[in-house]
């Protein structure tokens, strides 16, 4: 089987798209990003992906954190690179960008870059409703397997082709 699919998650981006994280982040930013982490954790218990969380730096170098080790893995960026840049050197840098979904509503700088070398985006919003979904059981498109003609913004049919891996 080909190695797990992998999923970047632009972090402050998300936890913005939320009412929730967003109100926590207000008050504690540490605490907001533990709650996207764990939220993430419980998504991946029982899928074959690979998730990393980017995060705007924290001062110094490059620093990587594994929450669920193999799984999940967060990352801040360095001092002078924003999440952004940090996002789209990790999808350039790969072999395979295709590879790779891309979670953000930045339609400005990572959208284009990312897009622009076959990788799927998703958006924050669409993304955490579908991780809300899983808990629930519900679904949203009913498992058509027909490609999208909206290409990369259609955010389920790409999470199901990549949690199925093909």
Known sequence: ??????????????IYADDALRKTAVKDIERSRKKLVAML?????????RVTVVFDGRGGLADEEAAVPGKLQVVYSAR???ADDLIIAM???SPNPRSHIVVTSDRAHIR?????????VIESKDFLERIRAKKTGK????????????????????LDRFE???
């Open 164 to 166: 199925r891996g093909s």
């Open 139 to 158: 679904r949203g498109r009913g498992g058509d397997d027909e490609k999208p003609r909206g290409g990369s913004d259609d955010m389920d049919y790409w």
């Open 91 to 93: 999808v350039k840098a």
């Open 112 to 120: 284009p870059a990312v897009s622009e070398i076959g990788c799927a």
């Open 1 to 14: 089987m080909d190695a797990p699919q992998k999923i970047v998650v632009d972090g402050y981006n998300v």
């Open 80 to 82: 002078y690179q924003t």
């Open 41 to 49: 954790e419980a998504y991946l218990s029982n899928k074959d992906l």
